[in-house]
């Protein structure tokens, strides 16, 4: 899910060269450097190499944006997430310098190693590509990528959370359910601004408190955004590196595996598709994650609900962004009236939005 990249190459480049002759003590040249046009609605991307006295490097930088994104992004939490998973396990780049003098590239940024492989895609979504590599795939070997991402998500879950609780901007005392409820409608009140709200999404928040679990679970870190298209494969299906830790939380193991599961529902039901042969049923996904973690998962109904309230939300922002951008008209309905919002009417059995819905796909 990507708005439009607006950082410049060249001058991109030679800031970062300037900016890595103390980091790498000597004379850094930077080249290769590409911007995509294609960035994600919560950093921007620039990947580049540098050589240095004969060492080279292979490193992205994701940069904060200049303005309101679609979240607000804490690179500090982002960077300490990264170097914690990353020494107890789990697959993820290195993370090496973390900027936050805005005057080196407009915003703060943080900079790791490229990791190479493919990720499945968002636009067109990889159920929907016939020409991509997903859908090129025998059945079980969509069933491995499935797999891996699971095992993934398990071992986020298996880090430490004692030792994440101390990670700046990770709380462990907003762990329990009414403290993410709370967190997320604040979210969602932001994303709608004064003087607008959406029927569907706030029917949602009604629900998630009407049905909410008796009680809570053991608190576990949270990947935030456990998905597919935030995995790199490699040529064999094995998962490389896990992306995208801005949502990292520490929160019962269903806060992400409520989100996993709905995904299934998002890249099927939500795009008009039938899920491809090889891709795990949502029951089966969760009889995985039972056994790769050794957990028992619980309500995972209410949190997969919880993932769908969040999703419609976030597609508010996604809406208002897309029309600042000029991505789409002024008039144009998105924020409202999108595949997520109809999807969690459905969920939910909430009046859907009327008229045309719209999405991001093909509208960058």
Known sequence: MALINQLEETSTGEALARWLDDKLDGQVEVTDVVVPKESGMSMSTVLFKASVAGTDYDLVARVAPAGSGLFEPDLEREFGVLALVGAQGVTVPKVRWLEQDASVLGAPFLVMDRIDGQVPGDDPPFTMDADGWVLALAPEQRGTLWSEAIRVMAGVHAVDAKEAGSIHGLDPDAAGIDAQLAAWERYYRWTCGEGRTSAVVDGGFAWLREHRPATDGDPVLNWGDARLGNIIYGPDQQAVAALDWELTTIAEPGFD????????????????????????????????????????????????????????????????????????????????????????????????????????????
């Open 257 to 364: 595996l409520g989100w996993f599961v709905l995904f299934i529902r998002f890249y099927g039901e939500a795009m008009g598709v039938a899920i491809p042969d090889g891709m795990p049923t949502r029951e089966e996904v969760v009889a995985q994650y039972e056994e790769v973690s050794g957990r028992t998962a619980q309500n995972i109904d209410w949190w997969e609900a919880f993932a769908a309230v969040r999703l419609a939300a976030m597609f508010v922002r996604m809406g208002t962004m897309m029309v600042e951008s000029g991505a789409l008209p002024p008039d144009n309905q998105m924020w409202v009236n999108n595949p997520s919002s109809h999807m969690l009417s459905a969920l939910l059995d909430l009046p859907a939005p009327d008229g045309e819905s719209s999405n991001f796909i093909g509208n960058r």
